[in-house]
């Protein structure tokens, strides 16, 4: 019962919100947008108020390579918090990676739990669990993975294709996340018409198009110079501040994961204290 009551009165909010902006959808909006980062803005905030969105617990990875066992992470407990952008460091090899596509759902601890959203991802089936993914959790790589021969905004639409958005949604959605990222002037050219930090930008942005709570990004800003990688950095705040998505990314660059409302530092596939 109080879930449903709690539903409803966040209808009612949304309706008296859309009352006195005339209906405007899009005004409501950007009003929220102001609301959260007022918020956030405000000396009593700290995202470790908010609930817990990712629970990492005693968790384990070993991977077999040809005879030898390779143990990636050892015994690891973590928890993020909703709206906070973490950021994870160590050297090649400590583990990180392998940290975040287990909370993403790419692979499975050998020991341990994961939890994401109250959802246990062991528990769900391949079907369930791609579902999830594609609703829940937006992935930014270091490698940007653009179809060459697709125009920015089909890329971007991509995750809502297999979400079966229809398709005038999708559209409406693709413009709204390029001028988020700056590249609604880039919609109708190819991948190769764009710089480096505008390809990695798009990525961003293809992530968003399903609206995920959590942003999860691992070594965006290997393939660019410092000013684009800071810009990439100042962009996830952004989207923090704006839609509330929490984020961790996986960075090697220390004074980048300074940006960061915390960092978790990781060192032969343990958290280093």
Do not use: W
Request: aromatic share 6%.
């Amino acid at each position: 019962m109080a879930g449903r009551d709690n539903t409803e009165e966040k209808r009612l909010y949304a309706t008296q919100l859309l009352k006195a902006c005339d209906g405007n959808a899009q005004t409501a909006l950007q009003e929220l947008k102001l609301a959260a980062k007022t918020i956030r803005e405000s000396k009593s905030y700290t995202p470790q108020n908010s609930e817990v969105v990712v629970h990492v617990e005693n968790v384990s990875k070993t991977y077999k390579v040809g005879k030898t066992s390779v143990e990636a992470l050892k015994d690891v407990t973590v928890q993020v918090h909703k709206g906070e952008f973490v950021a994870i460091t160590g050297t090649s090899g400590s583990g990180k990676s392998t940290l975040l596509q287990l909370i993403g759902g790419l692979d499975k601890p050998s020991t341990g739990a994961i939890t994401v959203h109250s959802q246990d991802l062991q528990k769900l089936r391949d079907g369930k669990l791609s579902r999830f993914r594609n609703r829940t959790i937006g992935f930014v790589f270091q490698f940007f993975y653009l179809q060459p021969f697709l125009r920015l905004q089909t890329n971007i639409e991509v995750p809502a294709m297999f979400a079966r958005t229809k398709r005038a949604v999708r559209t409406e959605k693709s413009k709204e996340t390029a001028e988020t990222v700056g590249l609604a002037d880039r919609l109708r050219h190819y991948p190769r018409e764009l710089s480096g930090g505008q390809m990695q930008r798009a990525a961003i942005a293809r992530a968003l198009q399903n609206n995920p709570e959590i942003l999860l990004a691992d070594e965006p800003t290997g393939n660019l110079d410092h000013a684009n990688a800071t810009a990439i950095f100042d962009l996830f705040k952004q989207i923090r501040d704006e839609r509330g998505t929490t984020v961790v990314v996986v960075t090697h660059d220390l004074a980048l994961a300074g940006m960061a409302d915390r960092s978790i530092h990781m060192s032969d596939g343990a958290i280093a204290s």
